[in-house]
């Protein structure tokens, strides 16, 4: 593997495969790379083995073949070597009560710094830290069962940064929020990829939130990652995402019809509001 | 259901070093206990009530509701001590007789009766105190603190934070089952109930093993650590806390 | 003297028909003297360090089942929490005794009891902090080790599922109550009679009026069971 | 209440007031009419009230003060009446894991029916028809906890459809799906509200479906009705919207940003994809 393979990828899975204890064959032979320092989106429909993929990149579950590089190195299933993967590869599930096992935000917190055998001090800081990036200091002494469910996908967010890892996962981040939620978290997200220049990676079958804010795509059905590239170069292939449950953000799909029924000779099909904006700006123009 | 729980959050004593509400609490439970008297045990419940509902701001009704739900037992407990059963009719006050045998109050019966129904307001006060000016969390920082064994507390921690969640999921199950008229006999009662409950079970299950995955990809190592809050040490309190006591014994001695 | 039949008859009746809560059956804070109170408590605490100690060898094999046991104590308390459908729509609640001593084991059962019934006191006012001790061992030591001595037993003797899980739930049920009454009656011995008139009383109010309480439970248990079974 | 009124409205709300046991304030004088035999839709943030005043379409809930109409006559809250209530009223719950208790799907669907106490025939009937018309037949005998999400859901609506109501109430019914099964279980419940002569009524914070499978549109926002109308009355109201941490659909906004920021001409601000392409295409012809 050479120096700049290793600068630029944070995470490469190479041919993993995956079978369930009962049998099912839900990965079935993955190969990718995850840039270092972008937000990375895993598209798929329900079923498609997004979650199944997610478990292997902190060591939850170990592939039945194939491997997992970490920072260019292949992952060490020793505990040493699982405890520091999980440091620095952080998991956000979908539902938080899933993942808030303590009734105290704050004591929520801290579990996962605790773990790192950090000194008394900087654990504290790390937690006021994470409290503060997420938002959620005013809500360290309350109960965690009295949250709104969006405080509470802020307080499982702020327990995995804490632990001031390279990598975030997230799975479904978006899933069960309000318009303003969603927006509110992805701008959550997007600010600290940037203050704490990580490397985020979403599994999620939100669509129209995909172009807004991520940098490259990778689609996944039955187990099998079918397209990947750049949100342009992705959605570009309208067929194919058809096929695998998926479609294109609305946007898209409205520019799509003008340009091939409707006649509207746009250079591009854009994905986003602005985007849309300035190809139907530029058709005017020429036009005019 | 009732949550005290609520309550204790909003409370202004709860900065207040649970350490000293507990023993503050347990103490004057136990002198109350222990002095077995009716004014004693008046003076704890207007103590604890107080300090309660004036200094930690809980509301009056939730305090009363509190109050009302121990009186069932209370009640048919009192009343089961206070009657007796025997041949001799002079023991009683007022009897009943029933083949051969005389039914009544006696009035030493009625004396117990009443010094128990203050002394168990008395304590149960105590116990109001605490749970309505402190938290769960910290009352389990206490526990630790008094070297309770740690996987004992751990439980605790977890067994009350799930509490929660599986309360919702039956809620809304059992709102679910009720709109497809689950309810609306004994038989189809059963039948629902039982259903939602091996439901619940199972999703609990599932519950515990998704947990135990996130707990794993934030690195658990076999023992759950958390930082704990720092709290207010206040020596006055302490000081106040021994002095009421102080009078409450010696008050009880003056008694006896 | 019919008239004094019929005021007994209407004393004893409206005792029974009172419609007080399950839970409230837990003795209350302040209901027991200190000793009491102390030597009840003395009796469970090796029963509940017991249970620890089981629960921390099982652990140390599956680490995953601190939390499922963990979720089986919240589920206990919520279980005990539900309203039982019944008759005359006064409201009762299960115990999970039986379900969970069949579950979990007697041992582990010790354990998750004294939690629940620390959470009951403090949550919900049911029970108290100076009768843990009494509540725990009826509750949670006497009652699942009946329970699962009775299910074992019908094991043995090949008896049908069902039966083992209805006999546990309602014997570990009663046994529980029983056992209360006992508490109840050694704490308070009548003036004349004693404790064993004392313990008639007692049972007559709050074993006896258990008895189609325990019966429903035993039903219920059965159903989940049977439920459990088909997954 | 004249005939007319009658015939119109099949739920009507008259400034209903909730208050939990513990004191919170959930609905602030709600005061709607529920049109028969349309799809009306619910809008509203997390927490705004929409599942509480669902509860109280069926009786659930029972208002603090104010009053609940079906079909004109006030809701009698009797046992007897509570039946009749529930039977005509059915709900459809967020999810469906907590709507389905039953060890397999027939037995599942049936549940509802049999606790009508109907002749056996006439059960299984409706049974069958249920299932048909939700496409689940072929999954009659397997366990509920083996369905996908997906299936989970018609299995629910399938339960509530077998005791034939005449409004279904559903609570998020696309939460959870992906881009596929949402447009399959709007559609599968477009043809049910045809061939059932149901009224539908959806909760949803999902706002770009609203414009394309509903009729009309209630806007909720702290425990009061803050708009109310067809699609187009509602989405006019743009400001207000975003006040209730909502927007308008992606491509509402669209066409917003064009008319007032990019001077195109648009007679008004369509909210479809298909009302889009019209206005551009009016558009490019006028100018033509």
């Known amino acids: 593997m050479n120096e700049s393979i290793m600068q630029d990828n944070i995470i490469q899975l190479k041919d993993l495969h995956y079978h369930y204890p009962d049998g099912t064959h839900a990965l079935k032979g993955i190969t990718i790379t995850i840039p270092k320092g972008q937000v990375t989106a895993l598209l798929g429909g329900n079923g498609a083995g997004k979650s199944t993929l997610f478990q292997h990149l902190n060591g939850i579950l170990k592939p039945s073949s194939g491997e997992v590089f970490f920072d260019g190195q292949p992952v060490d299933y020793s505990r040493k ?206 036009k005019a | 259901m009732l949550n005290t729980d609520t309550y204790a959050y909003a409370s202004r004593l709860k900065a207040i070093d649970p350490m000293q509400k507990f023993i503050f609490a347990f103490l004057t439970l136990g002198v109350c206990l222990w002095a077995d008297q009716m004014v004693v045990s008046i003076a704890v419940i207007v103590l604890m009530s107080g300090a309660t509902i004036f200094f930690g701001g809980a509301p009056f009704s939730v305090w009363l509701k509190l109050m009302i739900v121990p009186m069932s037992f209370l009640v048919i407990g009192i009343i089961t001590i206070a009657i007796n059963i025997s041949r001799d009719v002079h023991s009683f006050l007022w009897a009943y007789s029933i083949a051969g045998y005389w039914v009544g109050i006696s009035e030493s019966g009625i004396r117990e009766g009443i010094n128990l129904f203050f002394r168990v307001l008395g304590s149960v006060s105590c116990l109001y105190f605490l749970s309505l000016s402190t938290p769960m969390v910290d009352l389990l920082s206490v526990l630790r603190r008094l070297r309770l064994p740690k996987l004992m507390v751990e439980m605790m921690g977890l067994i009350y934070r799930f509490i929660f969640v599986l309360l919702e999921t039956a809620a809304t199950m059992l709102i679910a089952q009720n709109s497809r008229l689950g309810y609306i006999n004994l038989r189809t009662g059963y039948r629902s109930m039982g259903s939602m409950v091996s439901v619940l079970f199972i999703r609990a299950y599932k519950r515990s093993n998704e947990l135990y995955t996130s707990l794993e990809a934030r690195g658990y190592d076999g023992e759950i650590k958390v930082l704990e809050e720092t709290y207010e040490n206040n020596k006055k309190l302490v000081f106040l806390a021994a002095l009421i006591n102080g009078v409450l014994i010696f008050l009880a001695l003056f008694l006896k | 003297m019919s008239k004094r039949i019929q005021l007994f008859v209407g004393l004893v009746l409206m005792m029974f028909l009172i419609p007080y809560k399950a839970s409230a059956m837990h003795i209350m804070e302040g209901f027991l003297q200190p000793g009491w109170a102390i030597s009840w408590g003395a009796l469970t605490i090796p029963f509940v360090v017991l249970g620890i100690f089981s629960i921390k060898k099982t652990i140390s094999l599956n680490p995953r089942l601190k939390i499922l046991l963990a979720m089986a104590g919240a589920f206990v308390f919520v279980l005990s929490a539900l309203k039982l459908p019944s008759v005359t729509g006064s409201c009762s609640h299960p115990t999970g005794v039986g379900f969970g001593a069949i579950l979990f084991g007697p041992t582990a059962m010790a354990v998750i009891g004294v939690i629940v019934l620390l959470f009951q006191a403090l949550l919900l006012a049911h029970g108290g902090l100076t009768t843990l001790g009494a509540n725990t061992f009826s509750m949670a030591v006497v009652g699942p080790f009946v329970a699962y001595g009775v299910y074992k037993l019908v094991q043995k003797f090949k008896g049908p599922q069902w039966l083992g899980v209805f006999l546990a739930a309602s014997l570990g049920d009663l046994s529980t109550y029983v056992t209360t009454s006992i508490q109840l009656a050694l704490a308070f011995p009548s003036e004349v009679g004693g404790i064993a008139a004392s313990l008639t009383k007692f049972m007559s109010i709050f074993a006896v009026t258990q008895i189609p309480l325990a019966i429903s439970e035993g039903i219920l248990t059965v159903i989940i069971f049977n439920a459990l079974a088909s997954y």
């Open chain 1, 81 to 286: 070597g699982l405890l520091n993967l999980r440091q620095a590869v952080g998991m956000v599930f979908q539902d938080p009560d899933n993942q808030l096992f303590s009734a105290s935000v704050y004591q929520d917190v801290s579990y996962g710094v605790l773990n790192l055998q950090l000194p008394k001090d900087e654990a504290q800081r790390r937690v006021e830290h994470a409290l503060e990036r997420t938002g959620i200091s005013h809500l360290r002494n309350k109960p965690t069962h009295a949250l709104s469910f969006g405080q509470k996908k802020r307080a499982a967010i702020a327990g995995v940064l804490a632990m001031e890892p390279q990598v975030l996962v997230l799975d479904e981040p978006t899933a069960g929020l309000d318009p303003k939620g969603i927006s509110e978290i992805m701008q959550l997200l997007l600010e600290t990829q940037k203050g704490m220049d990580l490397t985020i990676l979403i599994a999620t079958h939100d669509i129209d939130i995909v172009p807004l804010y991520c940098d490259r795509v990778f689609v996944m059905d039955e187990g099998e990652v079918v397209l990947e590239g750049t949100c342009g170069e992705v959605f570009a292939k309208r067929e194919k995402l058809r096929n695998v449950n998926l479609r294109l953000p609305r946007i898209g799909h409205l520019m799509e019809i003008l340009k091939f029924k409707d006649g509207f000779a746009l250079d591009e099909i854009p994905m986003t509001i602005s985007g849309a904006r300035k190809a139907l700006k530029n058709w005017r123009d020429e």
